[in-house]
Structures are given as structure tokens and as C-alpha cells.
């Protein structure tokens, strides 16, 4: 092989490379050396010599677990992890349960003005998350809601949304609403894949409606469903910005209700971005754990279903 051969073969197999090259990069320098960057912190203190005055009075030092300690026995975090397991337990759910149902209607051959329909469920994604929270903060308020004044009217109950048990109930709702059109939309692309032959079997086996959607539609677009539970899971982990926003507006949302606005507090508020750094890292492997170990069990669930459909 002569030498323009060789550089012409090195070029084909080195231009994956070349492409990849860029995203990497990006990769590395805002994702990866960052996350690095969180985890060195979170090992480190400040140690602060007589009354901390003057240069060389506060040196960074190295800390070991100390952070990690202090997280583990801090009661807020705690129970901001806690609050954010409720919340979880109602968007989850609840979200995934109206897309799917969302999805199998816009499937339906009886639905009409389907383009319309499937742009107005997707289009509350597409409104920024703090403006959302904001417009339901203000239909949460009894003096500006048009809602209660509906209800005031009509002499009904007007229950504050923003206090005790029904402040879940209106995050809650933000999530549920800015949420539902993404998953929908994964899972009516997951339908639509399916081929056509497989509902004219149906047809001939006198298969309802019903029937093909509860045994032939939700079994193959179960590897969607088990994608858009996992990002729910990971968006839930991280829930700020409606508990931020709302917190002007009640007296009920502290400055650490979730764990996130707790790493947040730390860092901006006392300063200690040691501290905060430990906290990040840990909601972080709780994110790893949770995600991977759902998605485990999901691979391990096909590989039985697949085992027993061989077998059958």
C-alpha cells in the first residue's frame, strides 16, 4: 500500500473521530470538568485561623467525608428529600398516565383535527418552566385568580391551594401540565412505528378497540414508556424552579423544600459551596442509582417476556 492509500484509509477511519471531536469537547468542558470540579469541592473545607481576618487567615483545607457526614445528618435535607418523594409519587404517575392516554386517542382513526389536537397537549412544553409556575402561582391567589372569584360567585369552597396538603397538589399540577405533551408526543411516535399489519390482524381476530390497545398497543410501546418514566424520574430528582417561583407567593414553600433549593441556599446564601458541593454529589448518585436501577429492572422484565415467548 503506498502512502497516499494509507492516509487516504486513515482519513475514513479516523473522520468518526473528527465529527465526534466537537460534541466531546463540549462535553468535556461543560459537563464532565464541571461534575470533576463539584466532587473536589465536596471534599474540601475552609479553615479559619484566630478571628479569620486578614490574608491567609481562611485557607482551604482537606476535609475527607466530613461534608458528606453533615449532609447525611442534615434534617432539612432530609426532609426536602422526603417532600420531593410525595411530589414524585403524584407527577409521575399521573403524567405518564395522561400521556399515554393522550397518545392512544390521537392514535384512534375517530380523532379528528389530530395535528391540532397534538400541538396544543406539546405546546405548555414549550413555555419556559418559570413563566408557567408563575401564571399558576397568580390563579393560586384568592385575590387575583379568576378561578375563585368563579367560585366565589357560584357560593362553592375556595380551598388555598398554596398551604398544607393541597400545595402538592398545585406543584404538582405545573409539573403534570408542562410535562404531559413531551411524554405524549415520545409515545404517539412509538405508536405510529408500529406497521399497520399488525391492527388488520387484530381487525380479523375481532379484536375492539379496546382490546388492541390494552393487548397490542401499550406492549410495544413499552420501551417508550420505560424511557419517558425514566427522564420523569430525573426531572422529579431535580424539581426548583415551581417551588422557587411559588415561594414569594406562600409562606408554606421554604428555602429548602427540595433538595436542589437546599444545594442552591448553601451555595448563594451561607457562602458554603463546600457544603453545597456534597449535597449536589449525593442528589447526583441518588439520580445515577434510582435511573439505572429502574432501567435494570426493565431490561431484566423484556428478558423474562422474551425467555417465556421463546419458550412458548
Not at 75 to 86: F, I, W, Y
Not at 137 to 156: A, W
Not at 231 to 241: C, E, G, P, Y
Request: overall charge neutral; charged content about 15%.
Amino acid at each position: 500500500m503506498t502512502g497516499t492509500q494509507s492516509r487516504k484509509v486513515y482519513g475514513v477511519k479516523g473522520a468518526p473521530y473528527a465529527f465526534l471531536l466537537p460534541a466531546t469537547a463540549l462535553f468535556v468542558l461543560f459537563f464532565a470538568l464541571p461534575i470533576g470540579y463539584a466532587v473536589w469541592l465536596s471534599f474540601r473545607k475552609v479553615h479559619v485561623s484566630g478571628l479569620g481576618l486578614g490574608s491567609g487567615a481562611r485557607t482551604e483545607v482537606w476535609a475527607g467525608f466530613a461534608n458528606y457526614t453533615d449532609a447525611f445528618q442534615d434534617s432539612e435535607l432530609l426532609h426536602g428529600a422526603l417532600r420531593v418523594l410525595g411530589y414524585g409519587c403524584i407527577v409521575v404517575p399521573v403524567m405518564l398516565g395522561l400521556a399515554l392516554l393522550f397518545a392512544l386517542m390521537l392514535d384512534s382513526d375517530k380523532v379528528r383535527f389530530t395535528p391540532f389536537t397534538r400541538l396544543a397537549i406539546f405546546l405548555p412544553y414549550a413555555i419556559p418552566g418559570v413563566v408557567a409556575a408563575l401564571m399558576w402561582g397568580f390563579l393560586y391567589l384568592p385575590d387575583v385568580s379568576p378561578i375563585y372569584f368563579v367560585l366565589d360567585r357560584l357560593g362553592l369552597p375556595q380551598p388555598d391551594l398554596l398551604d398544607g396538603g393541597p400545595l402538592y397538589l398545585a406543584l404538582s399540577n405545573i409539573a403534570v401540565w408542562g410535562g404531559t405533551g413531551f411524554n405524549m408526543i415520545v409515545i404517539y411516535t412509538s405508536l405510529r412505528s408500529i406497521p399497520a399489519e399488525v391492527y388488520e390482524a387484530a381487525k380479523l381476530d375481532g379484536a375492539t378497540p379496546l382490546q388492541t390497545a390494552w393487548r397490542i398497543k401499550i406492549p410495544m410501546v413499552a420501551p417508550s414508556l420505560v424511557l419517558t418514566f425514566f427522564f420523569s424520574i430525573i426531572a422529579t430528582l431535580q424539581v426548583f424552579n415551581e417551588p422557587t417561583t411559588l415561594k414569594p407567593l406562600t409562606n408554606s414553600v421554604n428555602t429548602s423544600w427540595s433538595p436542589l433549593m437546599k444545594v442552591y441556599q448553601d451555595a448563594f446564601h451561607r457562602g458554603d459551596i463546600y457544603a453545597a458541593a456534597a449535597e449536589a454529589t449525593l442528589i447526583a448518585l441518588a439520580t445515577l442509582v434510582l435511573s439505572f436501577g429502574f432501567l435494570r429492572a426493565a431490561n431484566r422484565r423484556n428478558k423474562q417476556d422474551d425467555s417465556q415467548g421463546a419458550a412458548g
